[in-house]
Each structure stands twice: as structure tokens, then as C-alpha cells.
């Protein structure tokens, strides 16, 4: 088959199915690259004719302390990584930092906790958060862990605009890395998250030794999802010194660019988050990224969670160099 029919099966596949299959996503990874970023970045631009970028600010809201024993993360208790357990911030606390983030240009507050569940103790002071953000205008997101379907009902009725729960890889692969909560523990979370009427950010981690497949397979699970999810961040694994994936080895960076491709193609609706990872990236690379359909970042503060994020200047002028333009 030549690339310019495979090019037109997934541009009609694209208005017509909302269903992929395995070996549809495999062939967009084994495109050429420059074939598979010309597929791409023309489905971007039919889906977001600006050149734009979200900007998404970060916070850490609950450091620490998890009970959970996925692989790649820091803040698990059982891995030696240095972190120590921190209460839930301060409502104030908080305020302050989505104040900052607003000032320097961001339009979506995120929050994440590590925890393995939201327990109904912490409703009171989840909900009085989403609301100040929502106060100050921005558009709200938690990740939180598990919910229930009244926890969820509990925080839209708070105003909180997108859920954040990743499903992190394929559901084969998954076991390799997570043992503490299954997969589909993960799509029931996300099925309360949409019934409730919430936006849905669920993306995964790439660079975990996983295979072609399995991103390949992740995709698929996040690309059949109905309706279409709104968010999906695509992560780089950042190796952290005492857990079980610290001396994972870096992946080759265009392998990295297919995957955004390939969810950008999979997935034209939504914002393409490029998350975890990019304080290690060039800035070419991360413009390949967004040649290739990212079109969302982490920005305004210099940690994710616990790990880098690049500073405010350094995004800025990337963005003003390419002369793409910050909602
Ligand atoms: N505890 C909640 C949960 O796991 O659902 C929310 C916070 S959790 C840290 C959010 C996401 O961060 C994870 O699902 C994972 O995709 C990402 N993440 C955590 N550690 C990472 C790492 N070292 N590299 C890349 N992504 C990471
Ligand atoms: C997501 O997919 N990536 C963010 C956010 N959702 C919560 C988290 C990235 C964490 C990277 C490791 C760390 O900083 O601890
Ligand atoms: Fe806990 Fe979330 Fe980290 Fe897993 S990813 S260990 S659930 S904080």
C-alpha cells in the first residue's frame, strides 16, 4: 500500500470511525518518520488551524507519602527517593501559586496529590480549592487517584472543569509496572470522571521499556474512549535515583516525536499534552513535538511535581521564536 493511500484511509477514518484497531495504529508508527509528521501535522492543522499553545501550570498540592508502588514514581513511601511526606496545602498556599501562575500567562490550574484515592475527609478542602481557582477565572484540573461516582459528582458540583487520571500504558503492559490497582480500577475512575459531565485528561508515560506495541495499544485504548477525551498528556518517563525504573535508558528521541504524532492522528480533537520530560529536551526537539500535534505544556513553574519543569523565560521565548501563540 503507498503511503498516499494510507494517508487518505486515515483521513476519512479520522471523520467517519471513532474506532482504531491495533494494526491501524502499528502502520502509522511504521510510516517513515517524514511521512508520519506530514500525516500529522495535517490533521493538526485541520483540527487547530492557529498555531496555539495551552499553557497548563502545575502544582503539587499533596507531596509525598503514597502507598501505591507504580514504578516510575517518586513520591511512592515504599522507594528511597529522598521525599518526605507533606499534609495537604493550605487553601491560601494555593491561591497564591494559581495567582502566580494566572500572572504569568497561564489559563488552566492543575493540582495533583499523591494519593491512591480521594477519601471523603478531603472533599471539604478540595472543593474549597476549586473554587478559588474558579474564582480567579482559570480553568480547573485535579489528579487525585481513584474516585468514586459521588466523589466525582462532588467535585464537578465544585466547579472543577478536567479530571487527570492516566491510564499510564497498554493493559499488557501495565502489570509490569503498577501492581497496587488494576487497569481497569483506572477506566472505572475515568467512566465516574464522564458521567459526572467533567473534561478528561488520561494520557500515559512513554519510556518504561515498553514496546512499539504497547504504545501503539495505549493509544488505541485512549482513542476509543467515548466521547472523545479533551486532554491528553503524553509523558516522558524521568528516571528517579531509587525507583524500580531509575536506570531506565533513555528512549531515541524521534521515538519519542511518533507517539505525539501518532495521537495527534488517533486522537485529532484533543490537546496533546507534551508533559513529563521536557527540561532534558532541546528546544528543536520539543518543536518537532509540536510539529508533530503537541499543542499543550506544563508551564509557569520550574517543578512538575517533583521532578524539573523548564523556567518561565526559556518557554517564553521558544514559543515567541516559533511564533506560536499562549492561550
Ligand atoms: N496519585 C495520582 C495518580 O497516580 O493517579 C495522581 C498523581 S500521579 C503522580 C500523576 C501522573 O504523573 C502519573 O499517572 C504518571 O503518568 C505521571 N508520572 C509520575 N511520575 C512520573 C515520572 N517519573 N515520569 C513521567 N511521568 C510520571
Ligand atoms: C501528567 O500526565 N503528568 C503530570 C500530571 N499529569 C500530574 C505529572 C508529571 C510528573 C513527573 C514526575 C514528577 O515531577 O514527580
Ligand atoms: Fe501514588 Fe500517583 Fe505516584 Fe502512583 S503515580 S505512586 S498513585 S502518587
Redesign the pocket.
Known sequence: MSHTTLCERHQEKMTFHTTWTTEQALALFELPFPELIYQAQTVHRKFFPEATMQLSTLLNIKLGG?P?D?H????AARYNTGIKAEKLMSVDSVRAQAEAAKEAGATRFCM?????ELKDRDIPAITAIVKEIKALGMESCL???MLTEKQAQALRDAGLDYY???I?SSREFYDKIISTRTFDDRLQTLQHVREAGMKVCCG??VGMGETIADRANMLVVLANMEPAIESVPI??????DG?PLSDMPAMDPFDFVRTIAVARIMMPQARVRL???RVKMSDELQALCFIAGANSIFYGREVL?T?GNPEIQRDQALLARLGIECI
Open positions: 503514597c501505591e507504580c516510575y514514581c517518586p513520591q495533583g496529590a499523591a494519593w491512591r489528579t487525585l487517584g487527570n487520571h492516566n499510564d500515559g508515560i509523558n516522558h518517563l524521568v528516571p528517579v525507583t508533559s513529563a520530560g511535581l521532578t
